[in-house]
């Protein structure tokens, strides 16, 4: 099984603590022996969920929207992006430079296109700027690729 992962990022401490339980519950419900995450390892539900896999003995591969992707990323967050990116089995680059919105749906497009089933933590509201949680899940959905949607009974971000 080959999961994805598109999120929000910037979730206050109470909604990250829910929504890392929800995660949790998802790889749990896995056999983790043939459970792939792909993710961008963003901040956020990206990491949270790359984290939880390879705890459980799952593997992860890494999308990278482009080159100067980590640049783009909050500084408290490089750590936990570039250990994430060591204990990738693989990376998969869409060949973009800049990190802008355009590189982050051509990301999300490459991730979606490599998995079975995406996992999206998302409120259900339209994307604030292309290539968000929004757009991604509309893309798979496109693409016929199902979507699991997480998001906490009553949570706003």
């Known amino acids: 099984m080959r999961i994805g992962i598109t ?6 401490a109470e909604l990250e603590e829910q929504v890392r339980r929800l995660l949790a519950e998802v790889v749990a419900g896995e056999d983790t022996a043939e459970l792939t995450v792909v993710s961008c390892i963003a901040d956020g539900p990206d990491a949270w969920i790359a984290e ?48 802008d919105e355009a590189a982050h749906m051509a990301g999300s497009e490459l991730l979606v296109g490599q998995v079975d ?15 968000g ?17 997480l998001w906490p009974a009553g949570a706003r971000r």
């Open 133 to 149: 949680t929004a757009d991604v899940v509309a893309y798979a959905r496109r693409l016929g690729v199902p979507v699991q949607v």
């Open 7 to 12: 999120g929000h990022r910037g979730l206050d």
């Open 52 to 99: 939880l896999a390879l705890d459980r003995g799952a593997r992860l591969e890494v999308v990278v929207p482009a080159q100067r992707y980590r640049e783009g990323l909050p500084e408290w967050h490089h750590p936990v992006y570039d250990r994430l990116l060591r204990d990738a089995s693989e990376e998969h680059h869409t060949g973009r430079v800049e990190s």
């Open 117 to 131: 089933r995406l996992i999206a933590v998302w409120d259900g509201l339209p994307a604030r700027g292309f290539g």
